[in-house]
């Protein structure tokens, strides 16, 4: 259980996945305008994350391994996760249309989002079972809906705040992220080995 | 006597956010609108290539998103651009509901799983099985906030030309 706990913790913060390893940069600037646009875009992340993981774990433990198919990964792991973005798209508007009308648009930005394969292409690296795999792509993404949420409460403050002109919109944004990025490098002092 | 000034706005009370969509088609007293791309940049949607009807392009989704409102209050007319809103937590309580719910169910079924067998074939099926609870779980759930009114878009006013999402 330890195990598992430190695991999480390293993926979510110690290793965090836009502050550590400078993925999903696009949605992180895009779609942190407002808090609940990215609250919106980092669940819908954290749902396709984990399930596209779960299925990249089944490819690579079942088919690409045993067949010494390696050189096809990057193409496999694309298409599931499109597979994914496609699943939860058609489910969601099957559970609820009107639920699909207000969160479908996020899903389409997912499925270009390199957090998604980063975090599937680490799980082959870090060669772990199936719930350890499936605990950590989960943990990864919820590092990164916390730190979409995070800089979209700071860039709500800075649109009330006088920013001098040359600085105003994206300029003052990139600084307030590498503020942010020295603060999480704060977490890497922390073992998470056990 | 201390008196205070009052107006009638409420400021502790939920704002709403506002997206763009355009009036496709009238039907009876209510008219049927296309949100229009609310991507990070806007961009997308103006590319030739994005706006590509087809499976899954951006003019084909956002088809697939057409809403209809029960009143037409301004009198709009097919092709008119209009300014809508939805309650502001309400895009925070559907992401709970839609993706929150099937994960958490997910992961505890599998973790369950896991614990008491050991097996990573367990484990999966124990996943699928708390996935497909866990929809079933966020249909319901769906189910009481539309029947409470939080999914419905509100008409604000007309948009201004060139208005787009990420005006001021």
Redesign the interface.
């Known amino acids: 259980m330890k195990e598992y706990f430190l695991l999480m913790v390293g993926a979510a913060l110690v290793n965090n996945v836009i502050l550590g390893r400078f993925l999903g940069l696009c949605s992180f600037m895009g779609v942190t305008t407002r808090i609940d646009t990215a609250v919106g875009m980092g669940m819908a992340a954290t749902f396709v994350i984990t399930v596209s993981s779960m299925v990249n774990w089944v490819v690579q433990t079942f088919l690409l391994q045993p067949y010494d198919l390696a050189y096809l990964r990057t193409v496999t792991f694309i298409l599931v996760i499109a597979a994914a973005v496609q699943f939860t798209e058609m489910t969601v508007k099957k559970v609820s249309p009107p639920l699909f009308q207000m969160l479908g648009i996020y899903l389409p930005l997912i499925t270009t989002n390199c957090a998604v394969l980063g975090v599937a292409l680490l799980l082959v690296a870090g060669e772990m079972n199936f719930i350890a795999s499936t605990l950590f792509a989960f943990a990864s993404a919820l590092g990164y809906s916390l730190v979409m949420v995070i800089f979209a409460g700071l860039r709500e403050r800075m649109a009330l705040a006088n920013v001098p002109r040359l600085f105003d919109g994206p300029p003052i944004g990139f600084i307030a992220a590498s503020l942010l990025a020295l603060a999480f490098m704060g977490f890497s002092g922390m073992s998470t080995t056990g | 006597m201390n008196t205070h000034d009052f107006t009638t706005t409420d400021y502790a009370a939920p704002g709403l956010?506002e997206g763009i969509a355009q009036v496709v088609a009238l039907d009876g007293r209510g008219i049927w609108l296309v949100?229009e791309?609310?991507?990070?940049?806007g961009s997308c949607a103006a590319s030739s290539m994005c706006s590509a009807k087809g499976i899954g392009t951006?003019a084909n989704?956002l088809e697939?998103?057409r809403?209809r409102l029960d009143e037409n209050p301004a009198e709009l007319i097919v092709g008119e651009r209009v300014v809508i809103g939805?309650r502001?937590?309400?895009?925070?309580r559907?992401?709970?509901?839609?993706?929150?719910i099937?994960?958490v169910t997910?992961?505890l079924a599998?973790?369950l799983a896991?614990w008491r067998y050991g097996s990573?074939l367990v484990?999966?099926a124990a996943?699928v099985g708390g996935?497909l609870f866990g929809?079933a779980v966020?249909?319901i759930g769906?189910?009481k906030?539309?029947a409470r009114g939080d999914?419905?878009p509100q008409y604000i006013r007309r948009a201004r030309p060139g208005e787009t999402c990420n005006s001021k």
């Open positions: 956010t949100p791309q609310t991507g990070s940049c951006v989704r697939a998103r809403f939805v502001e937590n309400a895009l925070v559907a992401s709970l509901t839609a993706y929150a099937p994960l997910l992961l599998g973790a896991q990573d484990t999966m996943a996935l929809l966020a249909r769906a189910d906030l539309l999914l419905l």
